[in-house]
C-alpha cells in the first residue's frame, strides 16, 4: 500500500510540474485579440455565402466593398469610400462609375486588386448558384471593367441604394477573382480578401485564427492576430471572460446578463444597431386569420412594453411598425393598435368566439425565440386566446413555416436599414411563401404592394418616405403582422480594448475590428 | 486470433451497412432542409434549387444511397455540405481530442473505480462502504455541465489553476495533458462512480465462492487472495462494463466537450444535425460504428485474457 501511495504522489508532482512548466512557457509575445463566438463552428467564409451571425462577422475584417459604412455606424448617410475612392452617377441615377484606390492588395500574394476583381465579386454576388444574396442585385443590368481601375455598373431600374448593396455588408464584399478560380469549393474555407486581416487557419470546432495583413491599404492593423474561438455554451464562454482569457465576448440580450456582466472589473458592455424585430406574421389567406377582427385581437392581446420588461430595457425597445425603427422610411405614425385585452376578447366574441379561441402555432425551440413566444402566450390567454405551441427543432421550424405549416409565424431579423428591403421581404406579394419568387411574406399580404414598387423606383427622396409611411400605415391597419420588440446587439469587452471608433452600430453584427483597433 | 479478429471485423461489416441504411433514412427523414440551412432565410427559391443540384441532393433517392455506400465501403466520406472541406479531414483533426478524452476517463474510472469497489466489498456494510455506495450515487447523480461548471468555477476561476477554454495544440504534449485534467475528472467520475458498483457487486460475489474459502484454507495470503483469486475472477463484468462505457463515452462527450470549450466528435456531430449537413453525419456515423467495433472486439480478446475458458472456445 505504501508503494502504491508513493507512486500515485509521484504521478501527482509530475503532472504537477508538467502543467507548471507549461503554465511559465506561455508568454504573449504578440497582441492577440481573443474573441468568444457563441457557436460550434465557422460555417462558409466565402461572404457571398456567409449568412450566419458567426459567419458574417469575422467576414468583416477579411474584406472590404466598394463602400462602407463608416466604422461603428449604420446609417446609410455615413456611407463612405471603400475599395473605390469616388465615384459619380448619371442623372437618372441607373449608371454609377466608381474608381479604385491604386495598390490595394489581396492576402496572401494575390496581387493587386483590379476592376476585373470588382466585376467578377458583383457577378457572382448576383448569381444564384455562387451567393446567397442574389435576389439583392436583380436591378443591376450589367457590370464592366472600364480600364484596370475603373467599373460601370448600369441599372435596369432605379433601386433605393445603390451604394447599400456594395458595401461591406453581404454581397457587397469583394473576393480575388484568381483565389476563387484557384480554390474552387475550398474557397469557402480558404477566403481571400482585402481586409485588415488574413485567414491563417480554421481548426475545426475550435477557433479561426486571423493574421493582421501587413499590405493593408489603410495601413498594418495594430492588433498582430486574433483568435476567433467557437464557445457555444453561454456560462462557459462568461467564465472564459471572466477568466481573462478572451478580450470580448458575444453576450446575452438579456438584462442580467448586462447587469452582471457589468460588474465583472475592468469591463465594457457594448449594446448597438441594428435592433432585430421580432414580428408575428398571421397568414390572411387561412382561417382563423383571414378574419380581420381576430387579426386585430391578436394585436390588442400583445402588450409590447411587458415584453421590454422581459427582455431589458437596456438591450430591447417596442416594436412601433412592421419596420425596425432607424430604417429609411421608418414610420411610426401608421395606427398600431395598442394593448387591451377586452377589446380583444370583444372582437373575438364579433367574430363568433365568445368563449374564447385556440391556435395552433409552430415554433422554434432556440431558447431566446420561444422564451419570448411563452410570455406572448401568457399574454394572448389572457385576452382568451388559447396558443397551442408545437415546438421544433430550428431547422425544422424554417422549413415548416416556409410551406404555410403554420397560421402564424414569430420571425425576429434585421437588415440593411432601408424601409424597401424589410417591406419587400415580409410582405410583398412577390415574397409570398410557396411561390417561386418566395422569400419570408409569412402574412400573404400584398396590399401595399403598389407603395412598396413605387417607393423603390422613385428619386424623389421625400416622396419615397411618403410611400414607404402609406405602405407601414396599410400594413399595419391591415394587422398583416404584429410588431413585438425589437432586441439590440450585445458584446462585453475588457476595457484595454479599443476599437478606435465608436461603436453604435456594426451591420456584420460584431465589432468590426479594424487597423485602428488596439489592444491598450 | 488473427483468425478469430478477422472474423469478427468481417462479421462487422452487414452491421455496418445496417447502420449505414439507417442512418441514410433517417437523416433524409427529418425536416429541414440543407440548403436552406447553408444559404440562410433570404435565399429565394432559385438559389435554393441550385445550391441543390449542386449538393447532389435533387438526385434520387437511390442514386444518392448507391453513391453513398460505394464510397463509404471504399472508404472515401465524401465533403462537408457546408464546409466543403474533405469529412476525413474534419474528422482527423478532431478525433485525437475525443480519444484523449475517452482514454483519459476510462482510465480515471478504472484507477478510481476498481479500488474503490473493492475496498467497499471488503468493508461490506461498513462505514466505508456505505460512504463508497452513496459517493458512487452521487456520481451518477450529477451531470457532467453541472459538475464541469463547478470545476471550473473552483480550479479555474478560483485557483487559477486550468484555463477554461480546452482545446490544446496536438503538438504540445504539455498543454493537451493540461487542458485534459479537469474534462476527465468531469467525465471519469461519472464512469468510476459505475464502475465502483459494478466491482463492489462482482467482488462480493466473487469473495462468497468455494475456490475462495478453498484458496484461505490453504493457506494464500489474503492480499493474494483478494488481487489474484477475486478480482480475476469478478473481471469479466468489469470489462463488460467498461467496454460499454468507452462507447458511451464516444458518442456521449458532446456535453463534456461544449462545457469545456474541447474540439471532438461528439460538438461535430451535433453542429451537422444542426446543419443538416447529411455527408458529414453519415461519415461520422461510419466511424463511430468503426469505433464502437473496435472497442467490442477489444473487450471479446480481454475476456479471452481474463478466462482461459472464453480463449478455448
Not at chain 1, 456594426?506 to 489592444?519: V, Y
Not at chain 2, 433514412?25 to 434549387?49: H, K
Request: hydrophobic share 45%.
Amino acid at each position: 500500500m505504501r508503494g502504491f501511495r508513493a507512486a500515485l504522489l509521484g504521478s501527482a508532482m509530475a503532472i504537477a510540474s508538467a502543467i507548471g512548466l507549461h503554465g511559465a512557457a506561455q508568454t504573449q509575445t504578440a497582441p492577440t485579440l481573443r474573441v468568444g463566438m457563441a457557436a460550434q463552428d465557422v460555417g462558409r467564409l466565402d461572404p457571398h455565402f456567409a449568412v450566419s451571425t458567426i459567419d458574417r462577422v469575422v467576414v468583416a475584417w477579411m474584406f472590404n466593398g466598394l463602400v462602407r459604412f463608416k466604422p461603428g455606424s449604420i446609417n446609410p448617410a455615413e456611407i463612405e469610400p471603400d475599395l473605390a475612392e469616388r465615384w459619380e452617377s448619371s442623372a437618372d441615377g441607373k449608371t454609377w462609375t466608381f474608381h479604385l484606390r491604386r495598390g490595394v492588395q489581396f492576402h496572401g500574394g494575390f496581387g493587386e486588386l483590379t476592376a476585373e476583381d470588382v466585376v467578377f465579386s458583383l457577378r457572382k454576388s448576383g448569381t444564384a448558384a455562387t451567393s446567397a444574396f442574389a435576389a439583392d442585385y436583380r436591378a443591376i443590368e450589367s457590370i464592366e471593367a472600364v480600364d484596370s481601375h475603373t467599373v460601370r455598373i448600369v441599372l435596369r431600374e432605379n433601386i433605393p441604394s445603390v451604394l447599400g448593396i456594395l458595401t461591406n455588408y453581404s454581397g457587397g464584399y469583394i473576393v480575388s477573382k484568381r483565389a476563387v478560380e484557384q480554390r474552387g469549393d475550398t474557397f469557402v474555407r480558404n477566403p481571400i480578401g482585402t481586409g485588415p486581416f488574413a485567414l491563417d487557419r480554421v481548426t475545426p470546432n475550435q477557433s479561426a485564427e486571423l493574421v493582421a495583413h501587413a499590405q493593408y491599404f489603410r495601413g498594418a492593423p495594430q492588433i498582430g492576430r486574433i483568435s476567433y474561438r467557437f464557445i457555444p455554451s453561454d456560462a462557459s464562454r462568461d467564465l472564459a471572460f471572466q477568466n481573462r482569457e478572451l478580450d470580448l465576448n458575444y453576450g446575452r440580450a438579456d438584462q442580467t446578463w448586462v447587469n452582471r456582466t457589468r460588474a465583472v472589473p475592468n469591463t465594457v458592455v457594448d449594446v448597438f444597431e441594428p435592433g432585430e424585430l421580432a414580428i408575428i406574421s398571421l397568414n390572411t389567406r387561412q382561417p382563423p386569420f383571414n378574419d380581420i377582427r381576430i387579426r386585430q385581437a391578436m394585436a390588442h392581446a400583445v402588450n409590447r412594453s411587458e415584453l421590454v420588461r422581459f427582455r431589458g430595457q437596456d438591450v430591447a425597445r417596442e416594436g412601433q411598425s412592421v419596420v425596425p425603427r432607424g430604417y429609411l422610411g421608418f414610420s411610426n405614425d401608421n395606427g398600431l393598435l395598442p394593448a387591451d385585452p377586452a377589446r380583444a376578447r370583444a372582437l373575438l366574441a364579433e367574430a363568433g368566439h365568445p368563449n374564447g379561441i385556440t391556435i395552433r402555432a409552430i415554433h422554434t425551440q432556440l431558447p431566446e425565440m420561444l422564451n419570448m413566444m411563452q410570455v406572448v402566450q401568457q399574454q394572448l390567454r389572457r385576452a382568451g386566446i388559447t396558443l397551442d405551441l408545437q415546438v421544433v427543432e430550428h431547422a425544422t421550424f424554417h422549413q415548416q413555416i416556409r410551406q404555410d405549416l403554420s397560421p402564424m409565424v414569430y420571425y425576429s431579423a434585421a437588415r440593411f436599414p432601408v424601409a424597401d428591403i424589410y417591406l419587400t421581404q415580409f410582405f410583398h406579394g412577390r415574397s409570398r411563401v410557396r411561390t417561386p419568387t418566395a422569400v419570408t411574406n409569412f402574412s400573404h399580404c400584398d396590399q401595399a404592394d403598389s407603395q412598396i414598387d413605387a417607393a423603390r423606383v422613385s428619386t424623389d427622396v421625400e416622396e419615397q418616405k411618403r410611400l414607404w409611411a402609406e405602405a407601414q400605415r396599410i400594413l399595419v391597419q391591415n394587422v398583416c403582422g404584429v410588431p413585438l420588440i425589437e432586441t439590440l446587439l450585445v458584446f462585453a469587452r475588457r476595457d484595454n480594448l479599443d476599437y478606435g471608433y465608436e461603436l453604435r452600430g456594426s451591420m456584420s453584427l460584431g465589432p468590426l475590428i479594424t487597423e485602428a483597433t488596439r489592444l491598450r | 486470433m488473427t483468425g478469430f479478429v478477422l472474423r469478427r471485423l468481417l462479421a462487422a461489416v452487414p452491421t455496418l451497412i445496417a447502420v449505414l441504411t439507417l442512418v441514410f433514412i433517417i437523416v433524409r427523414i427529418v425536416p429541414g432542409d440543407p440548403a436552406l440551412v447553408i444559404l440562410g432565410d433570404q435565399a429565394t427559391p432559385e438559389a435554393i434549387a441550385a445550391l441543390r443540384t449542386r449538393l447532389g441532393l435533387d438526385r434520387s433517392l437511390w442514386a444518392q444511397y448507391f453513391s453513398f455506400i460505394t464510397s463509404a465501403l471504399m472508404g472515401d466520406f465524401g465533403v462537408s455540405m457546408v464546409t466543403g472541406r474533405s469529412i476525413t479531414a474534419e474528422v482527423a483533426a478532431v478525433l485525437p481530442h475525443t480519444l484523449d478524452l475517452t482514454i483519459a476517463s476510462m482510465i480515471f474510472g478504472v484507477v478510481v473505480g476498481v479500488p474503490v469497489g473493492i475496498w467497499a466489498a471488503l468493508n461490506r456494510n461498513g462505514v466505508v462502504d456505505v460512504a463508497a455506495r452513496v459517493l458512487s450515487l452521487l456520481g451518477l447523480s450529477f451531470p457532467v455541465f453541472v459538475s464541469g461548471i463547478f470545476l471550473l468555477l473552483a480550479f479555474s476561476l478560483h485557483w487559477r489553476w486550468f484555463p477554461v477554454i480546452g482545446g490544446a495544440d496536438l503538438s504540445d504534449y504539455g498543454d493537451r495533458l493540461h487542458k485534459l485534467v479537469l474534462p476527465t475528472i468531469a467525465l471519469g467520475l461519472i464512469m468510476a462512480a459505475y464502475i465502483t458498483r459494478v466491482t463492489r457487486s462482482a467482488m462480493l460475489q466473487s469473495l462468497g465462492e468455494d475456490y475462495i474459502r478453498t484458496a484461505r484454507a490453504k493457506g494464500v495470503p489474503w492480499r493474494r487472495v483478494v488481487w489474484v483469486h477475486g478480482l480475476r475472477n469478478a473481471s469479466i463484468p468489469i470489462v463488460t462494463v467498461v467496454g460499454l462505457y468507452v462507447g458511451i463515452l464516444l458518442g456521449n462527450s458532446v456535453l463534456t466537450e461544449i462545457v469545456f470549450n474541447r474540439p471532438g466528435l461528439g460538438k461535430i456531430i451535433v453542429g451537422a444535425l444542426n446543419q443538416r449537413d447529411y455527408t458529414m453525419l453519415q461519415g461520422l456515423m461510419v466511424i463511430y460504428c468503426f469505433l464502437i467495433v473496435v472497442v467490442n472486439l477489444i473487450t471479446d480478446l480481454l475476456y479471452g485474457v481474463i478466462d482461459p475458458r472464453v480463449k478455448a472456445e
